[in-house]
């Protein structure tokens, strides 16, 4: 039972252009929701977060929505970079654990 | 400050061995988590430590697996015997409570042949 779905395995955007990843969720119970990147050989790294009382946070080129009604969250970054190519996780708290998504490779290309 | 540190980095095992897997957090981290991200997946949680008490350990198969926190500090986690569907990369992470951003290590590749 897939609690937290990322649907696109992966994106590809050319550098510059705006990146959205999309996220769906069905527990109506999670409190937060974060998006983790990973690169290869490395353990995931916070990325964003924002709590279920809120509709949107921004941080630099990185800005999270939220929508509760459709139980859909996304990460928009604008502008793309090289760098930001990378593995993104959504994930959602249900008490105190995080359950995650199955991920969404992103390329920026230059 | 220095991240969580996990050892070793790649494991390769057959079938029905044992294996160990050595977490350090980050220091003052009072929950450690250790998790299973199998290929193609997202990371699943084992067993949530709070100080040297299990939190949650509900997804852990504990007819085979097994994990300890000494101390409150340290923690190892322990596959015996191992199966072929073990194979993935189990993280650890730590946060300074529950309700803190988690911090990962870089993982253990662990193949099992």
């Known amino acids: 039972d897939q609690q937290v779905k990322q649907n696109s395995p992966s994106l590809s955007v050319q550098e510059g252009r705006i990146s959205i990843l999309n996220c769906d969720y069905t527990?109506?119970?999670?409190?937060?929701f974060l998006w983790y990147k990973k690169y290869p050989a490395e353990g995931p790294t916070f990325l964003i977060s924002i709590s279920s009382i809120k509709d949107k946070n921004e941080d630099g080129r990185f800005t999270v929505f939220l929508n509760k009604s459709a139980k859909h969250l996304s990460l928009h970054i604008v502008p793309s970079q090289p760098g930001d190519s990378a593995v993104y996780f959504c994930a959602a708290r249900d008490g105190n654990k995080l359950v995650f998504g199955a991920g969404t490779i992103l390329r920026v290309k230059s | 400050e220095a991240g969580v540190a996990q050892s070793p980095r790649y494991k390769i095992i057959e079938k029905r061995q044992s294996v160990a897997f050595w977490c350090n957090p980050i220091s003052g981290h009072a929950t450690l988590y250790w998790y299973q991200q199998i290929l193609g997946q997202g990371p699943k949680l084992l067993i949530q430590?709070?100080?040297?008490?299990?939190?949650?350990d509900s997804q852990l198969p504990k007819d085979r697996f097994s994990a300890e926190r000494l101390k409150g500090v340290d923690s190892t986690l322990k596959i015996q015997p191992a199966k072929l569907e073990d194979s993935a990369v189990y993280l650890c992470?730590?946060?300074?409570?529950?309700?803190?951003?988690?911090?990962f290590g870089p993982g253990t590749r662990l193949t099992v042949t």
């Open positions: 992470a730590s946060s300074l409570d529950s309700r803190y951003e988690q911090y």
């Open positions: 527990n109506s119970m999670f409190d937060y």
């Open positions: 430590f709070q100080n040297n008490g299990v939190v949650d």
